[in-house]
């Protein structure tokens, strides 16, 4: 196998001289290549020539960025989001960037620029509301899951997909920190968390009650092994609003906007596919869910009525958007023996457990590792009593999401 060569700053325009395809689309001779990676786990550079062109090179490392040299991690990976971006590109292709190859030889992925677009927590956390992308989210994966399951293709097509896109060191990633990791007290023996604590003082009781409530670790469990073995669909596998890019049109201001949204029709694209895998196309509803809950706690917590307002319809309105789009393509199902009542059946069970994964994965950023932005940046009198808000709802969701449905999910804790 060669020898790992990561891209540096400086070395960026002479690999893309030697990608040939890529030179209708910046001029390697006048490129300057900024590293712009502030994710987990991989490299991030901008390539932008003389005239303004531009694009972007993702390079995996043998480790994880956010951990160092002591937490090694396939590269590989990058093989798995140039899939994720491949399955996207045929069967929605709005919902992502442009995809413009990979180089499995150097693990390097080219895509699109979304130069003028933004992190959607980013956004969130700033307070704007960008009304709109939750139903673009929710009808990509109704195309992920009727384009890339068995409704979309022939049962040996199938097993061969799903086969081919095993991902299983970043499945373990998964399953150790959103399953298992937060309900018990971590021990670092690897060096690999070095210095990170588990969550924020605050929270210590409410962690240690959460930790002995048998009815949430039995859903948890549950989870867990519907993650494990439901192998349904080419899942995006770690839809976070961090892995989500929005933007606002120019146009005019829709009828009946909210005040802050300004003008233009809101465009969102997911990135950052590298956890795709075969599997259940609730989890990345869920991802959504739990990151809008967290969202949503920082909201209330910084007396953003407005967008807590939003934010509480943003459930609902993509799981409509999902049902609307899964019922549009229903009658084009490869295998017409799948009856309408087996449909509205599974979709009740992908409401209920999206509702499950939501919880698991807010409990998540709040207790372990990889924690995100929201809740934790909130200043010292606001993040306890907000962390408490998203912690106890997020529970509910999963002790109770046989029962709920989710337009009350967001209303739970009031
Ligand atoms: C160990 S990688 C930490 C987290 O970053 C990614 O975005 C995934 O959510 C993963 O769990
Ligand atoms: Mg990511």
Same mark, same amino acid.
């Given at each position: 196998?060669?020898?790992?060569?990561?891209?540096t700053e400086a070395t960026v325009a002479a690999y893309l001289a030697s990608r040939p395809e890529l030179a209708d689309l910046v001029d390697p001779a006048s490129?300057?290549?900024?590293? =712009?990676?502030?994710?987990?786990?991989?490299?991030?550079?901008?390539?932008?020539?003389?005239?303004?062109?531009?694009?972007?090179?993702?390079?995996?490392?043998? @480790?994880?960025?956010?951990? *160092?040299?002591?937490?090694?991690?396939? =590269? &590989?990976?990058?093989?798995?989001?140039?899939?994720?971006?491949?399955?996207?590109?045929?069967?929605?292709?709005?919902?992502?960037?442009?995809?413009?190859?990979?180089?499995?030889e150097n693990h390097i992925l080219a895509m699109e620029d979304l130069a003028d677009w933004t992190v959607w927590r980013t956004a969130l956390d700033a307070g704007?509301?960008?009304?709109?992308?939750?139903?673009?989210?929710?009808?990509?994966?109704?195309?992920?899951?009727?384009?890339?399951?068995?409704?979309?293709?022939?049962?040996?097509?199938?097993?061969?997909?799903?086969?081919?896109?095993?991902?299983?060191?970043?499945?373990?990633?998964?399953?150790?920190?959103?399953?298992?990791?937060? @309900?018990?007290? @971590?021990?670092?023996?690897?060096?690999?968390?070095?210095?990170?604590?588990?969550?924020?003082?605050?929270?210590?009781?409410?962690?240690?009650?959460?930790?002995?409530?048998?009815?949430?670790?039995?859903?948890?469990?549950?989870?867990?092994?519907?993650?494990?073995?439901?192998?349904?669909?080419?899942?995006?596998?770690?839809?976070?609003?961090?892995?989500?890019?929005?933007?606002?049109?120019?146009?005019?201001?829709?009828?009946?906007?909210?005040?802050? &949204?300004?003008?233009?029709?809101?465009?969102?694209?997911?990135?950052?596919?590298?956890?795709?895998?075969?599997?259940?196309?609730?989890?990345?509803?869920?991802?959504?869910?739990?990151?809008?809950?967290?969202?949503?706690?920082?909201?209330?917590?910084?007396?953003?009525?407005?967008?807590?307002?939003?934010?509480?319809?943003?459930p609902s309105a993509a799981f409509e958007a999902f049902s609307d789009e899964y019922w549009r393509l229903w009658p084009d199902r490869v295998d017409q023996s799948?009856?309408?009542?087996?449909?509205?059946?599974?979709?009740?069970? =992908?409401?209920?457990?999206? =509702?499950?994964? *939501?919880?698991?994965?807010?409990?998540?950023?709040?207790?372990?590792?990889?924690?995100?932005? /929201?809740? /934790?940046?909130?200043?010292?009198?606001?993040?306890?009593?907000?962390?408490?808000?998203?912690?106890?709802?997020?529970?509910?969701?999963?002790?109770?999401?046989?029962?709920?449905?989710?337009?009350?999910?967001?209303?739970?804790?009031?």
């Open positions: 196998m060669a020898e790992f060569s990561p891209l490129v300057e290549a900024t590293e =712009i990676g502030d994710g987990n786990l991989n490299l991030v550079f901008r390539a932008r020539d003389r005239s303004g062109r531009s694009l972007i090179l993702k390079q995996a490392l043998p @480790y994880l960025r956010a951990a *160092g040299e002591a937490w090694p991690l396939t =590269i &590989e990976r990058a093989a798995a989001e140039a899939r994720a971006y491949e399955a996207a590109t045929a069967l929605s292709p709005t919902s992502i960037p442009e995809f413009h190859g990979y180089d499995a704007e509301i960008h009304s709109g992308a939750e139903v673009e989210l929710g009808r990509y994966l109704a195309r992920l899951y009727m384009g890339t399951g068995v409704m979309g293709l022939s049962g040996p097509a199938f097993a061969e997909a799903d086969a081919e896109s095993s991902n299983p060191a970043l499945c373990r990633i998964t399953e150790d920190l959103v399953f298992t990791e937060p @309900y018990t007290e @971590y021990v670092d023996t690897t060096g690999r968390r070095a210095g990170i604590p588990q969550y924020f003082p605050e929270i210590s009781d409410l962690v240690a009650e959460l930790r002995a409530d048998q009815d949430l670790l039995d859903g948890v469990s549950d989870l867990k092994y519907e993650f494990m073995t439901r192998h349904e669909a080419l899942i995006h596998g770690d839809l976070h609003t961090g892995s989500v890019m929005v933007r606002r049109g120019q146009e005019a201001r829709p009828t009946g906007a909210l005040t802050s &949204e300004g003008g233009g029709r809101v465009e969102a694209k997911a990135i950052d596919g590298e956890f795709c895998f075969y599997g259940p196309i609730a989890f990345d509803l869920g991802a959504l869910f739990g990151n809008w809950l967290l969202a949503l706690g920082r909201a209330r917590a910084l007396g953003r009525t407005e967008q807590a307002v939003w934010l509480e319809t943003l799948f009856s309408d009542g087996f449909a509205r059946r599974r979709l009740g069970e =992908i409401e209920a457990a999206a =509702i499950g994964f *939501g919880g698991t994965k807010a409990i998540r950023r709040l207790i372990g590792f990889a924690r995100t932005t /929201d809740i /934790d940046t909130l200043g010292p009198d606001e993040r306890g009593p907000a962390a408490e808000f998203v912690l106890r709802t997020a529970a509910r969701w999963v002790t109770g999401r046989h029962s709920l449905r989710v337009s009350e999910i967001m209303a739970v804790a009031r």
